[in-house]
């Protein structure tokens, strides 16, 4: 059995391992170029719905709390498998990461500042028989590598959940290393 200081130190040895490990095809400090060059042009940075803020910065670490996509497009709004496609599905959270990446610009102060995606947490409202989350939530990994290149691909997980706030149908959080 592990114990709880085994599973400190075990996340602690994580947090130090080299970045340099994931090869990157896009350098640092061209990512707002790269937006530019896709012709996309990110909303402004959503504030909070409740008691909570959009980002949290702790040193080079940048927490992104949870971004859905725009809640007015009644498009993006309702259940996988149920009332959405895949595609659908693929199109909010591509919606999703754009509001990711408003609140990362906030947070950074460029998205030039990004070093790489570490996580990407992705929550999906989903009918009970629906098991396509993955493939939903590609529509944010997708967005982030176009951006970032290789420092955009994520560790991540996409869970299936019963309903979202405002009933859309994605909701992604996630965590980001930047230049300090």
């Not at 040895?13 to 090869?23: D, G, T």
């Not at 400090?29 to 803020?53: D, H, T």
């Not at 906030?106 to 493939?135: H, I, M, R, Y």
Request: charged share 20%; aromatic share 8%.
């Amino acid at each position: 059995m592990i114990g709880r200081r085994h599973l400190i130190l075990a996340g602690a040895s994580l947090a130090v391992l080299p970045a340099c490990s994931q090869e990157k095809t896009l350098a640092v400090g061209v990512a707002e170029a790269r937006l530019k060059e896709l012709g996309i042009e990110l909303p402004p940075a959503s504030k909070p719905v409740a008691n909570y803020v959009g980002y949290r910065r702790a040193g080079d670490i940048l927490y992104i709390a949870g971004q859905g996509p725009d809640f007015k497009n009644p498009a993006f709004r309702g259940r996988l498998g149920e009332t959405m496609s895949i595609e659908q599905g693929y199109a909010a959270a591509r919606s999703a990461a754009l509001n990711t990446l408003a609140q990362v610009r906030a947070g950074a102060g460029s998205l030039d500042n990004v070093v790489q995606c570490l996580k990407l947490e992705g929550f999906v409202n989903s009918a009970d028989d629906f098991t396509d989350q993955p493939k939903v939530l590609n529509g944010a990994s997708d967005l982030f590598t176009e951006v970032f290149g290789e420092a955009g691909r994520p560790a991540r997980y996409a869970v299936g959940v019963n309903t979202l706030p405002f009933n859309v149908s994605v909701e992604i959080s996630s965590i980001w290393q930047i230049k300090t």
